[in-house]
């Protein structure tokens, strides 16, 4: 008896912290069920190559932000040079997608900055 005692406690926290979660986030009652009862997309063939690429370029644009903060002239450049073809990946794999997303990727231009040290003195 005390097992299915402390089930039903267990049972009644979670839900208590679920509701607590979706006040925190301010989701009315009617939404939380929907939230909860949500499960992530599954990406196949196209899709993924095309979100593969797409997080290739973020990480590519994560280690330029590093690259300049730390002044590393030669690790940004071929970080550059690495990003020109990563967007193009971008690009092709975003056409192959069947049906077209609704989004647009915009412009992936970075400006590209060879002589770092340049905006050390003024």
């Not at 039903?8 to 301010?26: H, I, P, T």
């Not at 002239?73 to 990946?89: G, P, T």
Request: glycine residues 2%.
């Amino acid at each position: 008896m005390s097992a299915a005692s402390t089930k039903l406690e267990e049972s009644s926290a979670l839900a208590l912290d679920r509701d607590a979660q979706d006040r925190a986030l301010g989701l009315p009652e009617s939404m939380s069920s929907l939230v909860a009862q949500a499960e992530p997309p599954v990406l196949r063939g196209e899709r993924l190559l095309a979100a593969e690429a797409m997080w290739l370029l973020i990480r590519l644009d994560r280690d330029i932000r590093e690259a300049r903060a730390q002044w590393n002239q030669d690790w940004f450049r071929r970080l550059m040079q690495a990003r020109s073809k990563a967007v193009c990946r971008l690009r092709r794999r975003w056409l192959a997608l069947n049906p077209q997303p609704t989004l647009s990727l915009g412009s992936l231009r970075r400006r590209y900055h060879a002589n770092l040290a340049r905006y050390l003195y003024d």
